[in-house]
C-alpha cells in the first residue's frame, strides 16, 4: 500500500484518488529504490561532467569517449535483496539486468565486475549463499558470453542475512551507434521485445526498498525474478541489429518497476506522453491483470521506440532471433501516462508527477559519539603466525576458487585475468581499459568521510600500478535503514568523501545506484556500510603492463608512499579481537602525486612488476608477489617509530611495491614521492627483516595459506 503521505500528495495533484492500478505504479516508481527519495539531494554534489563524458547520469548506462570512434557504455547495479531471498536467481538476474542497461544504449558488453559481500562462512546459510550467487553470476555470465575480469569478496558478520550483489557491467559501441532512454517524437510507436511477461518479480522494486525480515525467503519469493540466460544472449544481437540498421530512436531495459518503468521513464525524459495497451503485451500466464502488466519485471525485456514505418522490420527482427515482440503502444503529445486494457481506461496519470513527483529529502543525520580508539594490543608473540593467520584470512586468501567458476577470457579481450589488482582489456590496436572495483567496508564504518575518499584512491592505485588513469566512476551505496539517523551520517559523508576524492583524482562519477535499507530482522543489525565502486581506466599500452608478482631474479624493491600506524579497520585488527579500535587510514595530501608517478613509470616501461599495498599491509603484498620467486626484505627504514605490527599490517592509503634493475633511475622518476628501498628479489623464501627480528616464510607455507579459501570449498 502506499504510505498515507505519499498517497495526499497524488491525490491532491491529481484530483482525484488514484485507482489500484495507478497506486501500484507509484507505489513502484516512488520507491526509495527508483526515486532515490533520500539519496538524490546528496547525489547531486558529485561532479559527473569531464573531457571524456558524453552521456552521464540519468541514462540506463553512461557514455564514455575513448577514441578514434569509440565510447564506452559503464553501469553498476545491485540485486541484493533478492539474492538473499533466492541466491541462484537473484544474482544471476543481477547480471541479466545490468548487461541489458548496456545494450540498451547501443553498446555491446565486452566485461563484468562482481563486488560481492557475505557473511563468514563458518555459518552454513552464508555458505549456501555463497556458493549458489557465485553460481548465478557464472550460470548467466558464461552463457551469455561476457567475461568476468575483476571482482571483489569481502566478508564481515553484519552481511549474515543481507549478502551484497553489486555488479558492473562495461560495453563498447561506435558513437554514431549510441541511442539513449530519451523518446523523440509523438506519435512514434512502442515494441516490446525478448521473452514474455509473467508474474515474475511483481514488486520487485518496492521489496528493494524494505528490510528483509526471517519470513523473506517465503514471503518475497514472488519479488525474484527469473533469468533465461539463452533469452538474454537473442536479446542482445537483436537489439543490436536493430539499432545498427537505424530502426531504434530511444531504447529501454525493462528493470525496475517493470514496464510502468521503462516506457513512463522514457516518456518523460522527451517531454512526451505515452498510451500503453496492455493487451498487446504478450503473456506467459493467462487471467493478468493490468497491474501486474505493468509492474512485473520478467526479465530479458527490451521497449524500443520506433517510426510506424519500421514496426515490421523490428518484429521481423525478433521473429528472426525466436523472440516475442508486439507493439505495445505509442507516444504522445499529452503528457499523461494512459494504459488502456479490454476496452477500459486502467490508469491516467500525468506523465512528470508518476516520473519526476516523488519528494526527495535529506534526512536527519546524527554524528556518533567520538570513538575511543583503544589501547594497543600486545606485540604478537609469534610474528610469522600472526602473517600466517591474516593471509589466510575469507577477506586476504586467494578468491582462485570464484573466479575459476567465470569464463573471463570470452571476446578475447581480456589480457590480465582475475586476481592481479585490476583487469585488463584491449580495445583498439594496443590502446586499452584497466577496470578495478570494490571498497574497505570497515574503513568506512570508523570513518565515513575517509573511507569513501579510501575506496576512489584504493581502486586509483590499482589501476596506477599497471600504467592505467581513471576516467569515469559508477558506484553502488550500500547502506541500511536512511530513516536512523546515525545510518543517514554515515551514508552522507561516505558520499562526501567519495565525491572529494573523485574531484582531487579528476575522475568524473557518471552513474550508479543506491541501494538502502540492506537490514536483516533476522539478526537485527545494519550491514556496515559498504560504497562500493566501479572504476574504469585507460591504458596507452597494454603490453607495458607490470606483472603483478616477483618475476627477476636480483631486481631491486621499492616502496613507494608513507606507512602510518592506521590499523584501525585492518584486516590483522578484525582478527586479533579489535575490529573496532585503531587509527583508521586517512588519504595523503600527495595522493595525486602518487598516482601520477606510478603511471609514469609503468608506462616508461623501468619497473618488472608492481602491486598496491592495501588489505593486509605490506606483509600481504608481499607475500601475493612471491608467487613465482621469494624476496629478502628489510622494513627496518619504512617508518620511524612505529611498532613491527604496525609496519607489516597497516593498510595505509597510497602505497605500491615495485621492483626494477635501475632503481637509480626509478628514484629519479618517483621525484618527492616518498619512497623507500626495500630489498631484493629473489630465492624460496619471504624474508623479512624489522630491526632486530626476522621472519621467514616459505614459498610453499606462503601458497597453503593463501589456498585456505579454496581448501574450504573443496571440502
Given amino acids: 500500500m502506499l504510505p498515507e503521505d505519499d498517497l495526499k500528495i497524488i491525490t491532491e495533484k491529481m484530483g482525484r484518488e488514484p485507482n489500484l492500478v495507478e497506486q501500484g505504479c507509484f507505489l513502484n516508481l516512488w520507491s526509495e529504490h527508483c526515486s532515490y527519495r533520500s539519496s538524490a539531494p546528496l547525489l547531486k554534489t558529485f561532479t559527473t561532467t569531464g573531457d571524456k563524458v558524453i552521456i552521464g547520469p540519468g541514462d540506463d548506462a553512461a557514455i564514455i569517449s575513448f577514441g578514434n570512434g569509440w565510447v564506452l557504455a559503464i553501469g553498476m547495479e545491485s540485486h541484493n535483496h533478492p539474492s538473499y531471498v533466492d541466491p541462484y536467481n537473484g544474482a544471476a538476474t543481477g547480471v541479466g539486468g545490468i548487461v541489458r542497461d548496456i545494450i540498451s544504449m547501443g553498446a555491446r558488453p565486452i566485461a563484468l565486475m562482481d563486488p560481492l559481500y557475505f557473511g563468514p562462512l563458518n555459518n552454513p546459510k552464508n555458505l549456501y549463499l555463497f556458493e549458489h550467487i557465485i553460481e548465478g553470476i557464472a550460470g548467466y555470465g558464461n552463457c551469455i558470453g561476457v567475461p568476468v575480469v575483476r571482482g571483489e569478496a569481502f566478508f564481515d558478520e553484519s552481511y549474515s542475512g543481507n549478502p551484497l550483489v553489486n555488479v558492473v557491467a562495461v560495453g563498447l559501441a561506435r558513437e554514431e551507434n549510441v541511442v539513449t532512454a530519451c523518446s523523440q ?107 501486474e502488466i505493468l509492474i512485473a519485471e520478467s526479465q530479458e525485456r527490451m521497449l524500443l521506440e520506433v517510426e510506424p514505418e519500421n514496426v515490421d522490420a523490428v518484429l521481423d527482427i525478433a521473429k528472426k532471433y525466436d523472440l516475442n515482440g508486439s507493439m505495445i503502444g505509442e507516444l504522445t503529445e499529452e503528457l499523461n501516462y494512459t494504459v488502456q486494457f479490454q476496452g477500459e481506461i486502467a490508469a491516467d496519470i500525468p506523465v512528470k508527477l508518476l516520473t519526476e513527483g516523488a519528494p526527495t529529502f535529506e534526512r536527519p543525520s546524527t554524528a556518533p559519539d567520538e570513538r575511543d580508539i583503544g589501547d594497543k594490543p600486545e606485540l604478537p608473540a609469534d610474528l610469522k603466525q600472526a602473517i600466517i593467520d591474516v593471509l589466510s584470512s575469507h577477506n586476504v586468501a586467494s578468491k582462485r576458487w570464484i573466479y575459476r567458476q567465470y569464463d573471463h577470457e570470452v571476446q578475447v579481450r581480456t589480457v590480465t585475468k582475475p586476481g592481479d589488482d585490476a583487469g585488463i582489456l584491449r580495445i583498439d590496436g594496443n590502446e586499452g581499459i584497466a577496470l578495478s572495483c570494490g571498497c574497505n567496508p570497515r574503513h568506512t564504518l570508523l570513518d565515513p568521510y575517509s573511507g569513501g575518499k579510501g575506496t576512489v584512491v584504493e581502486n586509483a592505485m590499482n589501476l596506477a600500478v599497471k600504467g592505467a588513469r581513471g576516467i569515469a566512476i559508477v558506484d553502488c551505496l550500500n547502506f541500511g535503514n536512511p530513516e536512523r539517523p546515525d545510518i543517514y ?23 550508479g545506484n543506491v541501494s538502502l535499507y540492506n537490514e536483516s530482522g533476522e539478526f537485527k543489525t545494519a550491514i556496515v556500510p559498504t560504497p562500493s565502486i566501479g572504476l574504469a581506466g585507460y591504458i596507452k599500452d597494454v603490453t607495458k603492463a607490470p606483472a603483478g608478482v616477483f618475476s627477476n631474479e636480483g631486481d631491486t624493491i621499492i616502496l613507494v608512499g608513507s606507512t602510518a600506524d592506521e590499523l584501525g579497520g585492518s584486516e590483522y585488527y578484525n582478527i586479533i579481537g579489535k575490529k573496532n579500535d585503531g587509527k583508521a587510514p586517512q588519504v595523503p595530501e600527495n595522493i595525486t ?8 613509470l609503468a608506462e616508461s616501461g623501468k619497473i618488472t612488476a608492481s602491486h598496491d599495498v592495501s588489505l593486509g599491509g605490506i606483509a600481504v603484498a608481499l607475500a601475493e608477489m612471491c608467487e613465482k620467486t621469494g624476496a629478502e626484505v628489510d622494513l627496518s627504514n619504512v617508518a620511524e617509530g612505529l611498532r613491527t605490527d604496525d609496519i607489516l599490517f597497516s593498510e595505509s592509503y597510497a602505497r605500491a611495491l615495485i621492483t626494477t634493475s635501475e632503481p637509480d633511475a626509478v628514484m629519479e622518476m618517483i621525484g618527492e614521492v616518498p619512497c623507500t628501498v626495500i630489498g631484493t628479489v629473489g630465492g624460496n623464501t619471504l624474508s623479512i627483516q624489522i630491526e632486530d627480528s626476522k621472519t621467514e616464510l616459505a614459498l610453499e607455507e606462503i601458497k597453503e595459506a593463501r589456498e585456505s579459501l579454496m581448501n574450504l570449498m573443496m571440502e
Avoid at 207 to 225: C, G, H, T, V, W
Avoid at 593 to 599: G, R, Y
Wanted: glycine share 14%; with cysteine; aromatic share 4%.
Fill in 185 to 291: 517524437k509523438a506519435g512514434n510507436k512502442l515494441v516490446l521485445m525478448g521473452s514474455t511477461t509473467g508474474r515474475d518479480g511483481l514488486g520487485g522494486a518496492s521489496f528493494a526498498s524494505r528490510d528483509l525480515s526471517e519470513d523473506s525467503e517465503a514471503e518475497d519469493r514472488p519479488s525474484i525474478q527469473i533469468g533465461d540466460p539463452f533469452t538474454e544472449k537473442l536479446v542482445i544481437e537483436a537489439t543490436l541489429e536493430a539499432i545498427g540498421k537505424g530502426y531504434v530512436k530511444s531504447c529501454r531495459d525493462l528493470g525496475a518497476a517493470g514496464l510502468a518503468g521503462a516506457s513512463s521513464e522514457m516518456a518523460a525524459k522527451g517531454n512526451l506522453g505515452m498510451k500503453i495497451i496492455a493487451d498487446n503485451v504478450i503473456l506467459r500466464e493467462s487471467g493478468m491483470t493490468p497491474y
Fill in 489 to 511: 551520517w554515515q551514508f552522507k559523508h561516505a558520499i562526501l568523501g567519495l565525491g572529494d576524492a573523485a574531484r582531487d583524482l579528476s575522475i568524473p562519477v557518471v552513474g
Fill in 593 to 600: 602525486a602518487v598516482v601520477d608517478a606510478l603511471i609514469s
